[in-house]
C-alpha cells in the first residue's frame, strides 16, 4: 500500500504561525475512469453552439462537483460552462451555458489477476438534468458587451427560467447572493436524506440551492451570512473584486459542499478567503455550517497550506469539502498545475479537520482575528505522491482535481474498505496541445478511486440514503438495470 506521510506543517505569514499535527494516512489507488471530453451529454435540446462556438451539451467539467447517490450511481454537476475559449472579454468568455447535472454509474470491476490496479472502472453517463426555477430570473441584456440577450431560447420553448453560467445574468442594484439573479456558477453538489433532490453550492453569489433531482427545478434557497455577498457586481470577475472591500472573491466563491451523514447539516467552503480576510493572499478561508433544522449557521477557519511557498506563492485554493460525519471533514487543497495547464502537478493534497469544540468566527475577520482560532489539520492523502507511485507523470495529472465524493465499500485484498472517487474539471477542453504535448492528447474527464483502510478513517459514518443497502444488494441490481440508454429532450428528467 502507498502511504503519504503528513507531516508537521507550518504556515508563516504577518508573523503568524499556524501547525498541524502529524499523522500516517494509509490510503492507495484501486482504479480509473474516463469519459471522453469531446462527447456530448443526454440534453439534446441544448445542442446548439453557444455564443463561443462550443456545443451547449458539450461533456465536460464533470469533476466540478462530485456525489454519490447510493449502489453505483453518483451526480456530477459541471461549471458555469465551457468559458475557456476566448472570444468576449467583457463577460468574461463566459457564455449562455445551461446549468446542469449529470446522473452517471461508475460501477467497480474486478481487474483480475495481474491488472494494474485493484478494479477497474467504465463510467456511464445515463442522465442530464437541466437546472431552472418557475420564478423570473435576471437575465443581462448584452448591450454592453455586443452579444445577445443572455435568456436561452429554451426558455421560451419551454415556458421556464434556466439557470446559466453567463456572468451578465445579474441585478446591479441587489448583492450577489440575490436569488433571482440567472447566473450560477456550480461547483458542488450533494444529495439530500430523502434522496429525491440535491444541494448545489455557487461561487457567484455564493448560494445554496436546493434542487428537485428528476426535474431539476429549484426548490429552496439557503442563505449565506451577508458578509459572503459583494454589492458592486460586475460581469468582469477582476473588476468585482478591485471595486469591492468585503464578500466573496470573484470566481473563488463556495467551492465545496459536504453534507453530514444523517442529512441534517451543510458545510460549505469557500474556495479562497473572503476580501476582508485578505482575499487571495489571505492565510484562512471559511468553513460555513448550516443546520437544515433550524437555519442557524456557524463558522470555521481553515487555514490554507499553500501560501507564499516554494511551490506555488499566494495560491490559495479550496477545491471540494466531503463530510466523514458530523463534525469530521475532509478537505481538498490544491495548485491549478498540471495536465490542461502545461505544467507540472505539484500540490493536490486532502486534509483532515474536526471541528469539534472550534470556535465560531462569525464575528471575526481578518487575518490577525482568524489566526488563534484556526481548526488543526492533519494530511490524510498526497494525490500527487500517490499517481507518482502508480507511474502516472506529474505533467499527465490533471490541473483542476476538483471533487471528493465517498463511494460504496469494496474489498482489497479479502479486506473490507472505503472509497475516496476524486475528478477532474477539464474546463470543457477534450483535447490539450502544448509543450508537454505537441501532438496533442486527450484531456478526459477522469476519476480516481482510492481505498481508505477504516482504521484511518475510524469515525467515518456513510451517508444515509433511501433505497440502497450496498452496491451487492439486491434493490441496487434493479437500480442499475434501470439505467437502459435512451434519448432526453425537454425540461424534465433527462432535460
Known amino acids: 500500500m502507498v502511504r503519504a ?3 508537521a506543517l507550518s504556515l508563516v505569514l504577518s508573523a503568524l504561525t499556524v501547525a498541524c499535527s502529524s499523522a500516517w ?3 492507495d ?17 441544448t445542442a446548439a453552439p453557444l455564443e463561443n462556438g462550443a456545443p451547449g451539451n458539450l461533456l465536460g467539467g464533470l469533476g466540478s462537483g462530485l456525489a454519490y447517490a447510493g449502489c453505483d450511481t453518483f451526480l456530477a454537476v459541471p461549471d458555469r460552462g465551457p468559458n475557456a475559449i476566448s472570444y468576449n472579454k467583457a463577460i468574461d468568455d463566459t457564455a449562455s451555458y445551461i446549468n446542469r ?7 467497480l470491476e474486478s481487474g483480475g489477476k495481474g491488472g494494474a490496479l485493484p478494479y477497474t472502472l467504465d463510467p456511464k453517463l ?10 423570473p430570473l435576471v437575465y443581462g441584456d448584452g448591450a454592453a458587451a455586443g452579444v445577445g440577450n443572455g435568456a436561452p431560447a429554451l ?5 421556464t427560467h434556466y439557470f446559466t453560467g453567463r456572468s451578465d445574468n445579474f441585478t446591479p442594484t441587489q448583492p450577489s447572493t440575490y436569488p433571482r439573479d440567472a447566473r450560477l456558477d456550480p461547483e458542488s ?3 439530500a436524506r430523502d434522496g429525491a433532490s440535491v444541494f448545489i453550492s455557487d461561487e457567484y453569489g455564493p448560494y445554496i440551492y436546493r434542487f428537485d433531482r428528476r426535474t431539476g427545478e429549484r426548490m429552496a434557497v439557503y442563505r449565506v451570512p451577508a458578509p459572503f455577498a459583494v454589492t458592486t457586481l460586475s460581469p468582469i470577475g477582476n473588476d468585482e473584486i478591485s471595486e469591492n472591500t468585503s464578500g466573496r472573491v470573484a470566481n473563488k466563491g463556495m467551492e465545496g ?9 451543510l458545510f460549505g467552503v469557500m474556495q479562497s478567503p473572503l476580501l476582508q480576510d485578505g482575499g487571495t493572499n489571505g492565510a484562512y478561508t471559511r468553513i460555513l455550517r448550516i443546520d437544515l433544522r433550524t437555519g442557524k449557521t456557524t463558522q470555521y477557519a481553515y487555514p490554507l497550506t499553500n501560501m507564499g511557498t516554494a511551490d506555488k506563492p499566494n495560491y490559495p485554493t479550496i477545491s471540494d469539502i466531503v463530510a466523514v460525519n458530523d463534525h469530521e471533514l475532509l478537505l481538498d487543497e490544491r495548485d491549478g498545475k498540471g495536465l490542461g495547464d502545461d505544467s507540472t502537478a505539484r500540490i493536490k493534497r486532502v486534509y483532515h479537520v474536526d471541528t469539534s469544540g472550534a470556535q465560531d468566527v462569525s464575528q471575526t475577520s481578518g487575518e490577525s482575528g482568524l489566526a488563534p482560532y484556526a481548526l488543526p489539520k492533519t494530511l490524510f492523502l498526497d494525490v500527487v505522491g500517490v499517481l507518482n507511485a502508480h507511474g502516472i507523470a506529474s505533467t499527465e495529472i490533471p490541473a483542476k482535481l476538483e471533487s471528493l465524493a465517498f463511494g460504496p465499500d469494496v474489498r482489497v485484498g479479502g479486506v473490507l474498505k472505503h472509497t475516496l472517487f476524486i475528478a477532474n474539471d477539464n474546463d470543457f477542453i477534450g483535447t490539450v496541445t502544448d509543450t508537454n504535448h505537441p501532438n496533442g492528447i486527450d484531456n478526459p474527464n477522469q476519476f480516481f478511486v482510492f481505498a481508505v483502510d477504516p482504521a484511518d478513517l475510524p469515525g467515518y459514518v456513510a451517508q444515509r440514503l433511501p433505497g440502497t443497502h450496498g452496491r451487492d444488494d439486491k434493490v441496487c441490481r434493479i437500480d442499475r438495470d434501470d439505467h437502459d440508454d435512451h434519448d432526453h429532450d425537454g425540461h424534465g428528467h433527462g432535460r
Not at 489507488?29 to 435540446?45: M, P, Q
Not at 426558455?155 to 415556458?159: I, M, S, W
Not at 459542499?257 to 447539516?265: E, M, Q, T, V
Open 5 to 7: 506521510r503528513a507531516c
Open 25 to 27: 494516512a494509509g490510503v
Open 29 to 45: 489507488l484501486i482504479a480509473i475512469g474516463k469519459l471522453s471530453g469531446n462527447a456530448v451529454d443526454r440534453s439534446k435540446a
Open 101 to 107: 447535472f449529470q446522473t452517471l454509474i461508475l460501477r
Open 126 to 135: 445515463v442522465d442530464t438534468t437541466l437546472l431552472h426555477t418557475r420564478e
Open 155 to 159: 426558455n421560451a420553448a419551454n415556458h
Open 189 to 191: 453538489i450533494r444529495v
Open 257 to 265: 459542499l459536504a453534507i453530514s451523514p444523517d442529512g441534517d447539516a
